[in-house]
């Protein structure tokens, strides 16, 4: 029954009373239930949130160069969504985003199956989505010299620095290579949007307010991350047209590209030096034709 109680509060967001009179349980319990469900599921974090194997990955860079129009070498896309939450007692004006609410901003990383690859649930609404990379693990992972060689790119809006392994659009495109290498990035982003629309409709306590303290708060939103790939796993169906999908529905004139492996591969156009430059080798390489 715990889990019950804890799925009917991840997927309704209802307020405890409500719970507590559906299973004839007491306020108390179902507090108590949430938190540890919570914490059981965000122990498992290791073993559904992470990045792939090299196969696996080799398979997602093919899923997203497929796409309409694709864009060659992705691992992955992230962005940062904000989770409503109610004003804490203590820092309070910290949890203030941009939009004058307070909220954990949850940075998330998916493949094209829209599968999370990486979540951070720890940082309040007022830090930069940037910031939260820098200090995350997966920034290090990607600069570290001596690590393993990157084997792709991540794929962020203009908010992000833009770096050898994660390429952000141009802020003015010149000519049409930029363009296409901007249109070609926003739909193939959009990847990342679809995955917060769905994960916050399938979980719907992180669409609403969660009224719990900042700690509770991430524990509950990592939790509905661990569940939403376990659902992917099942595989659990979902209506995309009721999740705010974005459809992949552009024309545009780009034309049509050779299989992947036809291509220039990525890492030797995206070298470790000046990562304006790497980008524009990459524009030229698949946009400029």
């Known amino acids: 029954m715990h889990m019950m109680i804890a799925l009917r509060f991840f997927a309704t967001g209802s307020f405890q009373e409500v719970i507590a009179d559906t299973f004839g349980v007491s306020k108390g319990t179902v507090c108590t239930v949430i938190h540890k469900v919570s914490q059981v599921l965000v122990a498992s974090m290791e073993q559904y949130v992470k990045f792939d194997k090299q196969e696996q990955t080799e398979a997602t860079k093919r899923k997203f160069f497929n796409m309409n129009p694709g864009f060659a070498g992705v691992i992955g896309c992230i962005d940062c969504t904000h989770v409503k939450i109610i004003a804490p007692s203590n820092f309070e004006g910290i949890y203030v985003n941009r939009k004058g609410f307070h909220s954990i901003n949850v940075q998330l990383i998916c493949d094209a199956d829209m599968k999370i690859l990486n979540v ?22 990607f600069e570290d010299p001596n690590g393993p060689p990157l084997t792709g790119h991540l794929l962020g809006d203009s908010g992000y620095m833009l770096r050898p392994w994660l390429l952000t659009p141009y802020i003015n495109p010149r000519g049409r290579t930029q363009e ?27 669409h609403g307010e969660l009224r719990y303290s900042p700690n509770k708060a991430c524990k509950i939103i990592g939790a509905c991350v661990v569940l ?62």
């Open 228 to 289: 939403h790939n376990i659902c992917l796993r099942l595989p659990v169906p979902q209506n995309c047209c009721n999740v705010g999908c974005v459809h992949d529905d552009h024309n545009d004139s780009i034309p049509d590209r050779a299989c992947q492996e036809e291509q220039p591969q990525p890492r030797r156009l995206i070298q470790e030096g000046n990562a304006a430059a790497a980008r524009n080798t990459f524009a030229d390489a698949y946009f400029g034709r």
């Open 120 to 141: 951070v649930a720890s940082d309040p609404g007022s830090f930069h989505d940037a910031f939260i990379l820098r200090q995350s693990a997966v920034f290090p992972a």
């Open 180 to 206: 296409r290498f901007n249109f070609a990035h926003s739909s193939t982003r959009a990847t990342i949007e679809r995955c917060n629309g769905v994960l916050k409709r399938r979980w719907h306590c992180l």
